[in-house]
């Protein structure tokens, strides 16, 4: 591999939606990296037709002469990561493998309009009175209201009620799997301990046995017919920090509980367990530092920010006794209480003191963050 054009933003191709790279290789020679990678952007209010000559297209584009290596560089075929070469060369102090653990959030098997429910009313007999999301996801169900035992009622929290520093939930979630056994409830169980709401499920049983997700049919097959999957204890776990799968950039946040309940996240979210809020906090806090996001930029394409990251983003374990830890875990807790009131100049300051400490800790200079920072901004 020679050189790279990057021509995804400017899209060539008329009504096709690929993405669109020029490579230029020589037969019978290895790759040395960094290699170099212009990235094509258009700009602001450009529009680029594709009968353009190149003479035309060029003042209607910027062009950033960047470097590419593998962001694993012991896995040549690891997915490359895209930077200024100084920048590349700062974030070898930052990439490489955390010492925490991402999962994936709760999968109903493609047929959330079942699962997925909103409270309509809680009664005196402490019955909750519930209606499924009928009409969420590509597959549409009748609608129910009925009474049900509230046991497996959780706050729901899915990918769009996600943003930098917030999240609340805006629906409920019936999560039918046992985390301890990873397998549906047993059904002579759910008769006697929980008979309304196996009598909600009883009347989507013939959906929920055509879902399409293997795994899930799988399960169904093992437990019962309303089988999740993606559950386990880390599921229930007191505090978590998620993230959306499909972001532009890293979008985190701690979430904890309401009500008593853990907040459940959906499949489009990823997670990470914590029994402390302190620690929790403290994940975020270097996850959203400027520094992890353009990691996580300069290599995700953004519909894929997966559990991954956090194989690729070096996080050490928390150090309750440690000041810097305590002061990153600090400011990640201000700029949620600051963007819960919308005070975003305030939370630019918080954020700004976040990428300082993430970079003390981290061990890059004031220069490599300044570095890291106009590359980020390069590809906002």
Same mark, same amino acid.
């Given at each position: 591999?020679?050189?790279?054009?990057?021509?995804?933003?400017?899209?060539?191709?008329?009504?096709?939606?690929?993405?669109?790279?020029?490579?230029?290789?020589?037969?019978?020679?290895?790759?040395?990296?960094?290699?170099?990678?212009?990235?094509?952007?258009?700009?602001?209010?450009?529009?680029?037709?594709?009968?353009?000559?190149?003479?035309?297209?060029?003042?209607?584009?910027?062009?950033?002469?960047?470097?590419?290596?593998?962001?694993?560089?012991?896995?040549?075929?690891?997915?490359?990561?895209?930077?200024?070469?100084?920048?590349?060369?700062?974030?070898?102090?930052?990439?490489? @493998?955390?010492?925490?653990?991402?999962?994936?959030?709760?999968?109903?098997?493609?047929?959330?309009?079942?699962?997925?429910?909103?409270?309509?009313?809680?009664?005196? %007999?402490?019955?909750?009175?519930?209606?499924?999301?009928? #009409?969420?996801?590509?597959?549409?169900?009748?609608?129910?209201?009925?009474?049900?035992?509230?046991?497996?009622?959780?706050?729901?929290?899915?990918?769009?009620?996600?943003?930098?520093?917030?999240?609340?939930?805006?629906?409920?979630?019936?999560?039918?799997?046992?985390?301890?056994?990873?397998?549906?409830? #047993?059904?002579?169980?759910?008769?006697?301990?929980?008979?309304?709401?196996?009598?909600?499920?009883?009347?989507?049983?013939?959906?929920?046995?055509?879902?399409?997700?293997?795994?899930?049919?799988?399960?169904?097959?093992?437990?019962?017919?309303?089988?999740?999957?993606?559950?386990?204890?880390?599921?229930?776990?007191?505090?978590?920090?998620?993230?959306?799968?499909?972001?532009?950039?890293?979008?985190?946040?701690?979430?904890?509980?309401?009500?008593?309940?853990?907040?459940?996240?959906?499949?489009?979210?990823?997670?990470?367990?914590?029994?402390?809020?302190?620690?929790?906090?403290?994940?975020?806090?270097?996850?959203?530092?400027?520094?992890?996001?353009?990691?996580?930029?300069?290599?995700?394409?953004?519909?894929?920010?997966?559990?991954?990251?956090?194989?690729?983003?070096?996080?050490?374990?928390? %150090?309750?006794?440690?000041?810097?830890?305590?002061?990153?875990?600090?400011?990640?807790?201000?700029?949620?209480?600051?963007?819960?009131?919308?005070?975003?100049?305030?939370?630019? #300051?918080?954020?700004?003191?976040? #990428?300082?400490?993430?970079?003390?800790?981290?061990?890059?200079?004031?220069?490599?963050?300044?570095?890291?920072?106009?590359?980020?901004? @390069?590809?906002?």
């Amino acid at each position: 591999m020679v050189h790279v054009d990057d021509l995804v933003e400017l899209n060539p191709f008329e009504e096709a939606a690929n993405r669109t790279a020029v490579f230029v290789c020589q037969k019978g020679r290895e790759t040395k990296y960094p290699v170099p990678y212009t990235l094509w952007r258009r700009r602001k209010r450009a529009r680029i037709g594709v009968d353009l000559a190149l003479s035309e297209v060029g003042g209607l584009v910027k062009r950033a002469n960047l470097y590419a290596q593998p962001v694993n560089e012991a896995e040549p075929t690891s997915p490359w990561i895209t930077a200024r070469q100084r920048a590349l060369k700062a974030l070898g102090k930052v990439i490489g @493998e955390s010492e925490y653990q991402a999962r994936a959030g709760s999968y109903t098997g493609g047929l959330n309009g079942v699962h997925w429910v909103r409270i309509l009313d809680k009664r005196p %007999d402490g019955l909750v009175v519930i209606e499924n999301l009928h #009409d969420v996801g590509r597959i549409k169900v009748k609608r129910v209201q009925m009474a049900v035992e509230p046991d497996l009622v959780y706050p729901l929290l899915r990918g769009r009620d996600v943003m930098r520093w917030r999240a609340t939930p805006s629906a409920h979630i019936i999560v039918s799997q046992d985390p301890n056994t990873r397998m549906a409830y #047993d059904e002579n169980w759910m008769k006697i301990n929980l008979p309304q709401t196996y009598a909600f499920f009883k009347q989507f049983e013939r959906e929920l046995w055509t879902r399409k997700s293997q795994v899930v049919r799988d399960l169904m097959k093992k437990s019962a017919f309303y089988a999740m999957y993606a559950v386990a204890n880390y599921t229930f776990a007191p505090f978590k920090v998620v993230w959306r799968e499909q972001a532009a950039f890293l979008t985190t946040a701690v979430i904890g509980s309401v009500e008593g309940k853990p907040i459940i996240p959906d499949h489009k979210l990823m997670l990470v367990p914590f029994d402390n809020e302190e620690e929790a906090h403290y994940v975020c806090a270097l996850l959203s530092s400027s520094i992890a996001q353009f990691v996580v930029k300069s290599y995700v394409v953004e519909v894929s920010t997966s559990t991954h990251v956090l194989e690729n983003i070096r996080i050490s374990k928390y %150090d309750f006794a440690n000041p810097l830890h305590q002061e990153l875990a600090a400011l990640s807790q201000r700029a949620h209480e600051l963007a819960a009131k919308d005070e975003k100049e305030k939370l630019r #300051d918080v954020e700004e003191e976040i #990428d300082e400490k993430a970079a003390q800790l981290w061990g890059l200079t004031g220069e490599e963050l300044r570095e890291i920072k106009r590359s980020l901004e @390069e590809l906002r």
